[in-house]
């Protein structure tokens, strides 16, 4: 199982920790010193639509508006952190921590 996000971000945190305290293995990615590839971008978008990016974002509010305009895969190549957050990648591939994500995973 691999969890996608940032090693600041208290969802994150959560979210691993509630996988690890149900059994499982988790390979934590932090965006910020291992980013996604061209070919997770595009699964991820394909996957999740314009709900992987996150709006309400500290690194999005600091974006200028031409920034914000970008196609989503140059957004997260160039932005990595203004991907919602977590992707797991398990049972199922989900986004966010809510409990639909939670439930996806098997918890």
Not at 55 to 78: C, K, Q, V, Y
């Amino acid at each position: 199982m691999i969890l996608y996000g940032i090693a600041t971000c208290d969802t994150c945190r959560k979210a691993k920790k509630a996988l690890e305290a149900a059994g499982h293995a988790v390979r934590f990615r932090d965006l910020r010193t291992e980013p996604l590839s061209a070919a997770e971008i595009a699964e991820f978008s394909e996957a999740f639509g314009e709900k992987l990016i996150n709006r309400a974002s500290t690194t999005w509010r600091g974006l200028e508006e031409a920034a914000r305009g970008a196609p989503m895969a140059d957004l997260l190549a160039a932005h990595p952190t203004v991907m919602k957050r977590p992707v797991i990648r398990g049972a199922a591939l989900t986004l966010g921590w809510d409990k639909a994500a939670q439930a996806a995973q098997g918890l």
